[in-house]
């Protein structure tokens, strides 16, 4: 904790150095109708001229006047919104330090047409945004996320793909770092799909994509971030939404929730908190055939079907205050906490058959695992802004601890080809699992003159982890510990960075520099039992990684924009566990302790035209990827070598290029459809875990994104959105063509504060992976369906009343908004 603390004292050293730009000026104006009578309470935003980026906010009083003070040098432009007008723009102006002050003359807003469905429909935004570095998707502007997860939003995002595990790619590439409000869960691909599972999309906000990523961002993720960005909502007063819903699939399910804000004064009060319950079942079915390693030839055939059933509960809270020093100072808290009880129960049925199909013999297994992830944190959060012209620090501390419990049991019976039963092996598993985080960080931004930017921070982690892996043989009255597969493993693990960033505009041009160093050392240690002696490794290393960034505006309908990046993907540590997992008779999963981090070079050329279309080409090495691999062991009694052992491995090297279009149509008045593409092509070349195995693989994949929104008279709106992909490779997996298509429609009611949603996902029940792997003497085939074909039902309804405060003009202008601003953490 000392360290943690010592850098908030760096920071507080570097504030000490930073000073003020000079040459500050003031800008005012009035707003008026076209009766040339004054607006009160219009939002006053000054914008840059050269990228209209928001300097600051500012309210109309009831004469209309507006002020800004303490305007640096430069080109402004101010925009006016006013309920029931159209927004305004002023001409763009010019601060050149010699003037005190500007006058604009009066802005004159145009009124709306006074329509009953014009004052109740809700300014609503786009399903996507395109921005020139991040893909932004908001939620709740599509009717088909009612009552879907946070995973299943993800899947149908642009260019976000999930595999049949729930691991997430991102433009054909695993190792995405995804972030919930700007901070990493810290979670194994495994945790962080169950935990996504059980988050209901009705608490997000807005997911932001970001392929390339500048240096203030870790850089972690080799395929860039995603940050989940929960709801908050700032607005003065008492105000809230609830949000109730209902899905049947096979199995009924229901995610609900309650977002409340209260804001007054000087603080700032705030909570969500959801409910949720998913029913499901999976089904697997798997083909196996064994060769002979020098004839090729088929000597065994091995058929297995699984049948699962989940239930899984989730219950999330987050509490949070914003409190405001003075104008420039604000103090925050976040505490997040959750609870997910879950059950699984499993019957699995295999036959064994000779190279002739004949049946040799039958292995029934039945599993259950009940369990229950725990999971508490609190962020203490700090922004200071010293002057208008956006010279701030900002710092964070946070703790996040998880807690897990796993209760298995495993019954496995072997008959023979005619069902006689030749033996029972039963075995119990108590898998505890205890993760406690630290993280501290500071950011220091510095406007120099002539548009010129720097920012630098810096950011320490520690993370130590406990898993514990107790197996035990059952008998009828008793039991007693199985060492071969009991274990514990204990992680540490530390790191430190350090970065700086520079921004330039050049008039038509606009420049990004940045270079981050991460430390790390971590050690890991699997404890002894009487049959296995302690096995302890570490490792330590620190490595740089550059940014840059180039932006052209050719022309108000032309946007260029290139990018390069390096990033780093570190083990999870619990692929560092080198010890066996039992999954069933057939399958183990296994640790490497001897994996390597990956490390990728990305590249993009991005064309921006009109703001509606988007095209990127990216190119991407990959040196030691890591990737699932599959070899072949031995079964329980060691007499065969019909097991799997499915472990994470460094693979060789992999270069992946592609093209992605996305594009905005206004296909109507009532009509947007928006379009994704994306093509990629892999190649993936190297051993695998450094053995003799050879792969050389080369795939392409189109992957495209469909969403058609419709918006119709008396608040009514629609939607119908579907995805497709081709085959494509991931490692020794080659994954056949996948799609879903989803409906939905929506009802604003009870004058705009309410909305009624119904949609249907997966209407043809295609979103199902299946595919081939190859491994050694061993080819297999695939088919995995769940229960994603699900009808959803819901109401939202928006409560409370803003507060209507007599304040001087000074009060509720460029101060207030500026607070607004405050993010909690790093992604509020």
């Given at each position: 904790?000392?360290?943690?603390?010592?850098l908030?004292?760096?920071?507080t050293?570097i504030?000490s150095f930073?000073?003020?730009?000079?040459n500050?000026?003031?800008?005012s104006g009035?707003?008026?109708?076209?009766?040339h009578k004054?607006?009160?309470?219009?939002?006053?935003s000054?914008?840059?001229?050269?990228?209209?980026?928001v300097?600051?906010?500012?309210?109309?009083d009831?004469?209309?006047?507006?002020e800004?003070d303490?305007i640096?040098?430069?080109?402004?432009?101010?925009s006016v919104?006013?309920?029931?007008h159209?927004?305004?723009?002023s001409?763009?102006l010019?601060?050149?330090?010699?003037q005190?002050g500007v006058?604009?003359?009066?802005?004159?807003?145009?009124?709306q047409p006074?329509?009953l469905t014009a004052?109740?429909?809700t300014?609503?935004?786009?399903?996507?945004?395109?921005k020139?570095?991040?893909t932004?998707v908001?939620?709740d502007?599509?009717v088909?996320?009612?009552?879907?997860?946070?995973?299943e939003?993800?899947?149908?995002s642009?260019?976000?793909?999930v595999?049949?595990?729930g691991?997430?790619s991102?433009k054909?590439?695993?190792?995405?770092?995804v972030?919930?409000?700007g901070?990493?869960?810290?979670l194994?691909a495994?945790?962080?799909s169950?935990y996504l599972?059980?988050l209901?999309?009705?608490a997000?906000?807005q997911?932001?994509?970001?392929?390339?990523?500048s240096?203030k961002?870790d850089?972690?993720?080799n395929?860039?971030?995603?940050?989940?960005?929960?709801?908050k909502?700032?607005?003065k007063g008492?105000n809230?939404?609830?949000?109730?819903?209902y899905?049947?699939g096979k199995?009924w399910k229901s995610?609900n929730?309650?977002n409340?804000n209260?804001?007054?004064?000087?603080v700032?009060?705030?909570?969500n908190a959801?409910?949720?319950?998913?029913?499901?079942?999976?089904t697997l079915?798997i083909?196996?055939?064994?060769?002979?390693?020098d004839s090729?030839?088929?000597?065994?055939i091995?058929?297995?079907t699984?049948?699962?059933?989940?239930?899984?509960?989730n219950?999330?809270v987050?509490?949070?205050?914003?409190?405001y020093?003075?104008?420039?100072?604000?103090?925050?808290?976040?505490?997040?906490?959750f609870i997910?009880?879950?059950?699984f129960?499993s019957?699995?049925?295999?036959?064994l058959?000779n190279?002739?199909?004949?049946l040799d013999s039958?292995?029934?297994a039945?599993?259950?695992?009940?369990?229950t992830?725990?999971?508490?944190s609190v962020?203490l959060n700090f922004?200071?802004?010293?002057?208008?012209?956006?010279?701030?620090?900002?710092?964070d501390?946070?703790?996040?601890?998880?807690?897990a419990s796993?209760?298995?049991?495993?019954s496995?019976?072997?008959?023979n080809?005619?069902w006689?039963k030749?033996r029972?092996?039963?075995l119990r598993?108590?898998l505890?699992?205890?993760?406690?985080?630290?993280?501290?960080?500071?950011?220091?931004?510095?406007p120099l003159k002539?548009?010129a930017?720097?920012?630098?921070g810096l950011k320490?982690?520690?993370?130590?982890?406990d898993n514990s892996a107790?197996?035990?043989?059952?008998?009828d009255?008793s039991?007693e510990p199985?060492?071969k597969?009991?274990?514990?493993f204990?992680y540490?693990e530390?790191i430190n960075?350090?970065y700086?960033?520079f921004?330039?505009?050049?008039k038509k041009?606009?420049v990004?520099a940045?270079?981050?160093?991460?430390?790390?050392?971590?050690?890991?240690n699997q404890?002894?039992n009487p049959e296995?002696?302690?096995?302890?490794f570490?490792?330590n290393?620190?490595?740089?990684?550059?940014?840059?960034?180039?932006?052209y505006?050719?022309n108000?309908?032309?946007?260029f924009?290139l990018s390069?990046?390096?990033?780093?993907?570190?083990?999870?540590?619990?692929?560092?566990n080198?010890?066996?997992?039992?999954l069933?008779n057939y399958?183990?999963?296994?640790?490497?302790?001897y994996?390597?981090?990956?490390?990728t070079?990305?590249?993009?050329?991005t064309?921006?035209?009109k703001s509606?279309?988007?095209t990127?080409?990216?190119?991407?090495?990959?040196?030691?990827?890591?990737a699932?691999?599959?070899e072949q062991?031995?079964?329980?009694s060691?007499?065969?070598d019909?097991?799997?052992?499915?472990k994470?491995?460094?693979?060789g090297?992999r270069d992946?290029?592609g093209?992605s279009?996305?594009?905005?149509?206004?296909?109507?008045k009532?009509?947007?459809?928006?379009?994704y593409s994306?093509?990629?092509?892999n190649?993936?070349?190297?051993?695998?875990?450094?053995?003799?195995?050879v792969?050389?693989i080369?795939?392409?994949?189109?992957t495209?994104n469909?969403?058609n929104?419709?918006?119709?008279?008396?608040?009514?709106s629609?939607?119908l959105s579907g995805?497709?992909?081709?085959?494509g490779v991931?490692?020794?997996?080659?994954?056949?063509p996948m799609?879903?298509?989803?409906?939905?429609i929506?009802?604003q009611?009870?004058?705009?504060?309410?909305?009624?949603?119904?949609?249907v996902?997966d209407?043809?029940?295609?979103?199902?992976?299946?595919?081939?792997?190859?491994?050694?003497n061993?080819e297999a085939h695939?088919?995995?369906?769940?229960d994603?074909?699900?009808?959803n039902?819901?109401f939202?309804?928006?409560f409370?009343?803003p507060?209507k405060?007599?304040?001087?003009?000074r009060?509720t202008?460029?101060a207030?908004?500026?607070?607004?601003r405050?993010?909690?953490g790093n992604g509020g």
């Amino acid at each position: 904790m000392r360290k943690i603390f010592s850098l908030l004292a760096i920071a507080t050293f570097i504030s000490s150095f930073a000073h003020a730009q000079t040459n500050a000026g003031k800008i005012s104006g009035s707003v008026v109708d076209g009766s040339h009578k004054a607006i009160t309470s219009a939002t006053i935003s000054l914008l840059r001229a050269t990228d209209s980026s928001v300097v600051k906010f500012s309210v109309a009083d009831k004469t209309g006047h507006f002020e800004f003070d303490n305007i640096s040098t430069g080109k402004y432009l101010v925009s006016v919104s006013a309920v029931g007008h159209n927004k305004g723009f002023s001409e763009i102006l010019n601060l050149n330090g010699k003037q005190t002050g500007v006058t604009l003359k009066a802005i004159e807003l145009i009124a709306q047409p006074k329509d009953l469905t014009a004052v109740t429909v809700t300014a609503k935004k786009p399903f996507i945004e395109q921005k020139i570095d991040r893909t932004v998707v908001n939620v709740d502007a599509s009717v088909t996320n009612v009552g879907a997860t946070a995973l299943e939003v993800l899947e149908k995002s642009p260019g976000v793909t999930v595999d049949k595990d729930g691991n997430i790619s991102l433009k054909g590439k695993q190792g995405v770092m995804v972030m919930i409000d700007g901070r990493p869960t810290y979670l194994s691909a495994t945790e962080l799909s169950n935990y996504l599972k059980s988050l209901p999309a009705s608490a997000i906000e807005q997911i932001e994509i970001m392929t390339n990523p500048s240096a203030k961002y870790d850089a972690s993720g080799n395929s860039g971030i995603i940050n989940i960005k929960s709801k908050k909502n700032k607005q003065k007063g008492f105000n809230g939404n609830l949000t109730v819903n209902y899905g049947q699939g096979k199995y009924w399910k229901s995610n609900n929730s309650i977002n409340i804000n209260y804001r007054t004064g000087k603080v700032n009060l705030f909570a969500n908190a959801s409910v949720s319950q998913w029913n499901g079942f999976n089904t697997l079915e798997i083909n196996r055939k064994f060769s002979d390693p020098d004839s090729r030839q088929v000597t065994a055939i091995f058929e297995q079907t699984s049948r699962m059933l989940n239930s899984n509960k989730n219950a999330n809270v987050k509490l949070g205050a914003d409190y405001y020093l003075n104008k420039n100072t604000t103090l925050g808290i976040v505490t997040t906490g959750f609870i997910s009880p879950n059950r699984f129960a499993s019957k699995n049925t295999s036959f064994l058959q000779n190279a002739d199909s004949q049946l040799d013999s039958i292995v029934y297994a039945e599993s259950k695992n009940k369990g229950t992830w725990k999971n508490g944190s609190v962020n203490l959060n700090f922004r200071h802004q010293f002057d208008s012209t956006g010279r701030e620090l900002t710092s964070d501390v946070d703790y996040i601890t998880y807690k897990a419990s796993s209760n298995q049991t495993f019954s496995n019976i072997t008959y023979n080809p005619t069902w006689i039963k030749r033996r029972t092996d039963d075995l119990r598993g108590d898998l505890p699992v205890n993760i406690d985080i630290y993280t501290a960080k500071v950011d220091y931004v510095h406007p120099l003159k002539k548009e010129a930017k720097v920012e630098a921070g810096l950011k320490a982690s520690f993370v130590e982890t406990d898993n514990s892996a107790n197996y035990f043989t059952v008998y009828d009255h008793s039991e007693e510990p199985d060492y071969k597969k009991t274990n514990r493993f204990l992680y540490n693990e530390n790191i430190n960075a350090a970065y700086l960033n520079f921004n330039k505009q050049f008039k038509k041009f606009g420049v990004q520099a940045g270079l981050r160093y991460e430390y790390i050392a971590y050690k890991g240690n699997q404890l002894g039992n009487p049959e296995k002696q302690d096995s302890l490794f570490k490792n330590n290393y620190g490595r740089l990684f550059p940014t840059m960034f180039v932006s052209y505006a050719a022309n108000k309908n032309n946007q260029f924009g290139l990018s390069f990046g390096r990033r780093i993907d570190r083990p999870a540590y619990q692929d560092l566990n080198p010890f066996l997992f039992f999954l069933d008779n057939y399958t183990y999963q296994s640790g490497n302790p001897y994996i390597k981090p990956q490390f990728t070079n990305n590249i993009e050329l991005t064309h921006t035209f009109k703001s509606v279309l988007t095209t990127t080409l990216n190119y991407s090495r990959t040196k030691d990827l890591m990737a699932e691999t599959f070899e072949q062991g031995q079964d329980l009694s060691g007499s065969t070598d019909y097991a799997t052992i499915v472990k994470r491995g460094n693979i060789g090297r992999r270069d992946a290029a592609g093209i992605s279009v996305s594009a905005q149509v206004p296909a109507a008045k009532w009509w947007t459809s928006i379009i994704y593409s994306n093509y990629n092509y892999n190649k993936f070349r190297g051993k695998i875990n450094g053995n003799n195995e050879v792969i050389d693989i080369e795939a392409t994949n189109l992957t495209l994104n469909v969403n058609n929104q419709f918006k119709f008279n008396q608040g009514w709106s629609a939607e119908l959105s579907g995805f497709y992909r081709t085959k494509g490779v991931e490692g020794q997996i080659m994954i056949q063509p996948m799609g879903q298509l989803s409906a939905g429609i929506s009802k604003q009611v009870l004058k705009g504060k309410g909305s009624v949603k119904l949609n249907v996902r997966d209407i043809f029940y295609t979103q199902y992976p299946r595919g081939d792997i190859k491994l050694q003497n061993t080819e297999a085939h695939f088919e995995n369906r769940r229960d994603s074909r699900v009808a959803n039902l819901s109401f939202t309804y928006r409560f409370g009343k803003p507060i209507k405060e007599q304040q001087p003009r000074r009060r509720t202008g460029g101060a207030d908004a500026e607070q607004n601003r405050v993010r909690v953490g790093n992604g509020g």
